[in-house]
């Protein structure tokens, strides 16, 4: 299993910063990757950013140039860093990460509890 913990969100004014940080615990493969997504009120959970562990990144087009993602192996964690913010960035954040069995290549996705990034105009 696999247990993953967020920290960072708030409430922020338009055009301000927040960093995101996820950490994960439990049995991670070296095969892996890990993302944040998101989930505004009425809408569904959408990507932001991923990056695998190799370090090869995605992003949502709403998230490039504002945000970037981050990750340090050794603490296996992931980090969010979003920049000029907007009243349309609100949602709750989820961290997501994607295991995958070198062999098999079968995947196994965990999420973590979210957190709640609010930015005001």
């Known amino acids: 299993q696999v247990q993953l913990v967020e920290s960072g969100g708030g409430l922020v004014q338009a055009g301000g910063s927040l960093r995101l940080s996820c950490a994960a615990s439990g049995r991670i493969f070296s095969m892996n990757s890990m993302g944040w997504y998101r989930q505004a009120p009425e809408k569904q959970r959408e990507l932001v950013a991923t990056?695998?562990?190799?370090?090869?990144?995605n992003y949502a087009d709403s998230a490039k140039g504002r945000f970037t993602i981050s990750r340090d192996n050794a603490k296996n964690t992931v980090y969010l860093q979003m920049n000029s913010l907007q009243p349309e960035d609100t949602a709750i954040y989820y961290c997501?990460?994607?295991?995958?069995?070198?062999?098999?290549?079968?995947?196994?996705?965990?999420w973590g509890q979210g957190t709640q990034v609010t930015v005001s105009s």
């Open positions: 997501g990460l994607k295991n995958t069995d070198r062999s098999t290549r079968v995947e196994y996705y965990y």
């Open positions: 990056i695998t562990s190799g370090r090869n990144t």
